[in-house]
């Protein structure tokens, strides 16, 4: 058996347009798997973001991502003021896919127990895609952990969950009982990072491991493991 084929973000912004239904009468959350933060991940994943400015065309999605440097630089200017940003990709750069860098204007700023610095960004669209094509996309940087797992992380930076379309969450299962008033369909995306499902075929360890290697019994290396032979 493989791990399960989840939806590339270009195949799962499709279906979330399609989605009408769901979107009138609430949100379609999108979770990325392969950046789960609650896991270990890094939270500076930017290739689903990069897909949602690029091919959200109808939709207001909101986003989050982990760029420490950005938010302390942020946190001198005011809300509304335009700025240049460039996020992402830095803690991970090996799976975190390529930094973005777009135009944005500040939305809300706050200071968190655990997140630390936070703001909210207006982003504009790529420079290569038209504005009548590309999502409006509201951004969460954090300064700490991106634990976007409950509507309150984004309700906290005034991004109400009646405006949106679509809500990226950092998170396996749990997210589900929080959003249960809000999500009308979730998605699970895979994009690249540390908590991608195949990541045992990277990853060493000191016996068979499904699904990379054929097991037919587990008890005897379990056992060995318990008596740290």
């Known amino acids: 058996m493989r791990a399960p084929d989840f939806a590339t973000p270009e195949q799962a912004i499709d279906e979330a347009k399609r989605a009408t239904w769901a ?7 999108l979770a990325e798997a392969s ?10 994943s930017t290739h689903l973001i990069r897909a949602l400015m690029e091919r959200g065309e109808g939709l207001v999605c909101y986003a989050a991502v982990r760029d420490p440097e950005l938010a302390r630089a942020i946190d001198g ?16 750069p090996a799976r975190a896919g390529e ?22 960004l207006d982003l504009d669209a790529p420079a290569h895609v038209s504005r009548k094509d590309a999502g409006k996309v509201r951004l969460v940087v954090t300064e700490g952990p991106t ?20 809500v990226v969450v950092k998170n ?21 990072g540390l908590t ?16 990379r290697d054929h097991v037919d019994e587990w008890r005897s290396r379990d056992r060995k493991r318990r008596l740290g032979l």
């Open 23 to 29: 979107r009138k009468l609430g949100v379609v959350v």
């Open 35 to 44: 950046d789960v933060v609650s896991a270990g991940s890094t939270g500076d």
């Open 77 to 92: 200017k005011n809300v509304g003021d335009e700025v240049s940003v460039r996020f992402g990709g830095a803690l991970d």
């Open 99 to 120: 930094p973005i860098t777009c135009d944005a204007v500040v939305r809300s700023k706050r200071v968190d127990p655990g997140f630390g610095r936070r703001v909210a």
């Open 147 to 166: 634990l976007a797992i409950r509507p309150s992380f984004y309700e906290s930076m005034g991004l109400s969950m009646r405006e949106a379309d679509v």
């Open 172 to 192: 396996f299962f749990p997210f589900r009982l929080f959003f249960l008033p809000w999500a009308r369909k979730t998605i699970y995306v895979r994009t690249r």
């Open 196 to 211: 991608d499902l195949d990541a045992a075929f990277v990853l060493e360890f000191d016996g068979p491991m499904h699904p």
